[in-house]
């Protein structure tokens, strides 16, 4: 890798990192929220669903404008609401109150996740743009690898509400590497003005192109499976197996090592067999793994190690999917790259939502029902990549 490419990667992934932190910094604090706003577990996995759902629909706002107004300015803005949001976390009398602050938290955290794919097209396609997507995932893994940890500690030094402080203060950071280690990628020459009528036609154009929707959706289950887990493991992963929050989050992080692992394979991969062929593959791989995993847990073989280990299998196929749908899904459309991704980033977080509501109201405690979605998300998966490469 340039030493350019990896100051851009540098830059890209700790800025990026603040959304994921935001998720990862949190997970192991959610039965200590649930304790101390005396609030149920579906009330819990609830912030989890306003977030993604804040952090979807507002992808559509910071698309346009990013092509409007350049790439910087709307992270200043995003990182700026994503304090307010963490500020008002921190203070949530209710459970209620903390839904509020954690959608006001996705509102803003949507722009450090639709501007840097947008940057990445600005720079780069192909297999070069996937290399990059694939350096930027490798400094992500940071956050799912050490934040869980991190929020642990904190837990029990200075209980849940210190989180959000912390996230406060990685906000400011990535507000300082905006200001001083990203340079504007997109000119005046090239911006286009936010226009109503031109972006009805950007998103018409973009809602009727069969293989951006598929690649997106394709992408968009892989993450949803994987949104699920996030919403259930804690519960999962503390109460019917007993670990303390210290043991989940090494658990988790196992998962991250594997899908972040594999996810710097796929541009290598995609050079050497073709971006589709890796696709298709790594979804068979997925679905095959997760449908096995769940019809094991049904006949009542979900042990710990067994849970734990199908999921790093898995997460390690996911690893080759997520990277290369986004840089193909963008791959034609560089003329609109920043409302490809905000639509493209919206169906994504909307799919991870809508199956977190989903599978919810069936959740008992055990692994069952959070496999069980899983799997239908791998076998969506699969089925969307067959339509694709087709």
């Not at 998103?203 to 598929?214: G, I, K, N, P, S």
Request: with cysteine; aromatic share 10%; hydrophobic share 55%.
């Amino acid at each position: 890798m340039t030493a350019s490419r990896l100051r851009t990667a540098l830059t890209l992934g700790l800025m990026s990192c603040v959304g994921p932190f935001a998720i990862d910094m949190y997970l192991p604090a959610m039965p200590a929220i649930g304790r101390g706003l005396d609030a149920s577990v579906a009330a819990v996995q609830g912030t989890i669903t306003v977030y993604f759902l804040a952090f979807g629909v507002a992808q559509l706002v910071y698309g346009p404008w990013a092509d409007e107004a350049g790439r910087k300015r709307p992270l200043y803005v995003g990182l700026a609401v994503f304090i307010l949001g963490s500020v008002l976390c921190a203070l949530a009398p209710s459970v209620g109150w903390l839904m509020a602050g954690r959608f006001v938290q996705g509102l803003g955290g949507a722009a450090v996740m639709v501007v840097p794919r947008a940057i990445i097209r600005d720079l780069h396609t192909g297999p070069e743009a996937t290399r990059l997507m694939a350096a930027i995932m490798l400094v992500i893994s940071v956050s799912p690898m050490l934040a869980p940890l991190a929020g642990s500690g904190l837990i029990a030094v200075a209980g849940w509400r210190a989180i959000f402080g912390v996230l406060c203060a990685a906000a400011v950071a990535s507000l300082l590497l905006v200001g001083f280690a990203l340079p504007e990628t997109l000119p005046p020459a090239r911006r286009t003005r936010a226009d109503p009528r031109a972006l009805a036609r950007s998103a018409r154009h973009l809602l009727t192109d069969r293989t951006f929707l598929t690649l997106t959706f394709v992408g968009g289950f892989g993450m949803a499976s994987f949104f699920v887990f996030i919403a259930s493991a804690a519960f999962v992963y503390t109460g019917a197996y007993g670990l303390s929050p210290t043991g989940f989050s090494l658990a988790f992080a196992a998962n991250a090592i594997g899908f972040f692992g594999t996810s710097q394979l796929a541009a290598g991969l995609g050079l050497r067999f073709g971006a589709p062929r890796v696709v298709a593959v790594a979804t068979g791989g997925f679905a095959a793994v997760t449908l096995a995993l769940a019809g094991v847990a049904a006949l009542g073989g979900d042990g710990f190690w067994v849970v734990a280990g199908g999921l790093f299998v898995a997460n390690a196929f996911l690893g080759l999917v997520i990277p290369t749908t986004m840089v193909m899904a963008l791959d034609a459309h560089g003329d609109v790259a920043g409302m490809a991704s905000s639509l493209g980033g919206t169906l994504q977080m909307l799919a991870g939502g809508l199956m977190i509501g989903l599978s919810g109201p069936f959740f008992d405690g055990t692994a069952l029902p959070m496999l069980v979605a899983i799997a239908v998300c791998g076998g969506v998966a699969f089925v969307l990549s067959r339509m694709a490469r087709g």
